[in-house]
């Protein structure tokens, strides 16, 4: 299966890219071909242009082949922070620039005169990693859980994929060493079963 991973980080040394590393490792070992983003080492550039809201306008060539790429892919990884209860602001250019309107998703319209949207994802799987430096319990009775929302419904669903794993590790500022190595096992056990198929 050709899986894109999709990394929003900017320290290399970070356990996002650990993660990283360990599901395309984990992927590649199973047969699959994984294919690695980092945004912040890649220089994505987020920001979506007025030129590019005309849908009948070719799209940037360094935008198109990750748009070629993501349309083509058979499933799909994301691993970010959660910051502010969202992705970073690459990855949300990432999303807005990529899964674009007539490639990961249209709008039919029904009896109503409604846009109904339908997706065009060819992925019938996608896996969410998030960090967090907050205890779970606080962040869930303090926000409830946006990110499951905005990757699950708004995205995901959206684009036609509709199997979604997401996990949270957290708190990574002070997990140990142990943690840290039982959570890279879990990611690769997650990415294994999701893609599995």
């Known amino acids: 299966m050709n899986i894109s991973i999709i990394l929003a980080h900017p320290n290399p040394e970070s356990f996002n890219h650990a993660i990283a590393r360990t599901v395309?490792?984990?992927?590649?070992?199973?047969?699959?071909?994984p294919k690695l983003h980092d945004l912040y080492a890649e220089k994505f550039d987020p920001l979506f242009?007025?030129?590019?809201?005309?849908?009948?306008?070719p799209v940037p060539k360094d935008i198109d082949s990750q748009c070629r790429e993501i349309v083509n892919a058979d499933g799909v990884v994301i691993i970010h922070p959660?910051?502010?209860?969202?992705?970073?602001?690459?990855?949300?250019?990432?999303?807005?620039?990529?899964?674009?309107?007539?490639?990961?998703?249209?709008f039919d319209t029904n009896d109503k005169g409604e846009g109904v949207p339908v997706g065009l994802?060819?992925?019938?799987?996608?896996v969410v990693f998030n960090t967090a430096n907050t205890?779970?319990?606080?962040?869930?009775?303090?926000?409830?859980?946006?990110?499951?929302?905005?990757?699950?419904?708004?995205?995901?669903?959206?684009?036609?994929?509709?199997?979604?794993?997401?996990?949270?590790?957290?708190?990574?500022i002070i997990s140990t060493p142990e943690q840290r190595a039982g959570w890279l096992r879990r990611a690769e056990e997650i990415v294994l079963k999701a893609f599995d198929q």
């Open 82 to 106: 959660n910051w502010w209860g969202q992705p970073p602001a690459i990855l949300k250019g990432w999303v807005d620039r990529v899964l674009r309107m007539g490639l990961a998703y249209r």
């Open 49 to 57: 242009t007025k030129g590019e809201l005309d849908t009948t306008l």
């Open 24 to 33: 395309a490792e984990a992927l590649r070992k199973n047969g699959h071909n």
């Open 121 to 126: 994802l060819r992925a019938k799987s996608a």
């Open 135 to 172: 205890p779970p319990d606080r962040e869930l009775a303090a926000f409830g859980d946006p990110l499951e929302t905005l990757w699950k419904r708004c995205i995901f669903d959206l684009c036609g994929v509709k199997k979604v794993y997401r996990e949270t590790f957290s708190m990574v």
